[in-house]
């Protein structure tokens, strides 16, 4: 937390404060101070401001080829609509200073880290999309992120842009049906089209309307195969 005074405050020794405002102050502090610890006592997670800041992001291509952060992460990154964060970003949400766990997974089967969903914003277009989260890293570089090529594509944004990450803090309404439109001819010779869509659509966090994107064909061997989509409705 940090504040910054204005051109138009006072100078500190000429400033004092109101004993009423002084005293609300306090009361308020202690509100607060006492439900966090009402809340750690029935074991309810105490929520701090949902995270926003900016990250330099990049696609798959530059996650490199080596260790659990290797090609089967980078495919599992571009066959869906989920980011890699730097675990600064679990940090702030859970609470912890920094010496808290380096790598968690944001998929959990124990429930003790939730579903996700960032607005991701081009500071540079306003062009803007939703991302869930498929990893928290402990990364060389805190100040970067990683997206899909498609999801770079589509908010118009080269490898290293600075993108806004916003988390939400209600989630978004839950869609009864989707239609979409092929936009690759592979898909009309797939064997079993609706395995193939209940494949992607189970890697996707939020679909819009208008969305564009471009996924590879689970059904294939060749890797540089792929399906591309748009959302109709």
Not at 171 to 190: E, H, N, Q, R, T
Request: hydrophobic share 40%; net charge neutral; charged share 20%.
């Amino acid at each position: 937390f940090s504040t910054r005074m204005s051109s138009l405050d006072p100078p500190f020794e000429d400033f004092v404060e109101d004993p009423e405002e002084a005293a609300l102050r306090r009361m308020l502090a202690m509100e607060q101070a006492m439900e966090a610890m009402s809340a750690s006592a029935e074991g309810r997670e105490f929520r701090r401001p949902p995270f926003k800041g900016r990250f330099a992001t990049f696609s798959p291509a530059f996650l490199g080829t080596t260790g659990r952060t290797g090609r089967s992460t980078a495919a599992r990154l571009e066959g869906g609509d989920k980011a890699i964060l730097p675990d600064s970003v679990l940090r702030h949400i859970q609470g912890v200073g920094s010496d808290g766990t380096s790598r968690r997974s944001a998929m959990s089967s124990s429930g003790s880290i939730p579903v996700l969903t960032f607005r991701v914003r081009n500071p540079n277009n306003a062009a803007m999309c939703y991302a869930g989260v498929l990893e928290f890293e402990s990364l060389q570089d805190s100040e970067r992120a990683y997206l899909p090529f498609w999801m770079l594509q589509s908010l118009g944004a080269s490898e290293g842009d600075s993108l806004e990450y916003s988390q939400l803090s209600s989630p978004l309404p839950k869609a009864a049906s989707v239609k979409l439109m092929p936009l690759s001819s592979g898909f009309y010779s797939v064997k079993n089209p609706k395995a193939v869509l209940e494949t992607i659509l189970s890697r996707f966090t939020v679909l819009s309307k208008g969305l564009t994107f471009v996924v590879p064909d689970p059904s294939s061997s060749d890797p540089s195969s792929a399906l591309s989509f748009s959302v109709v409705e």
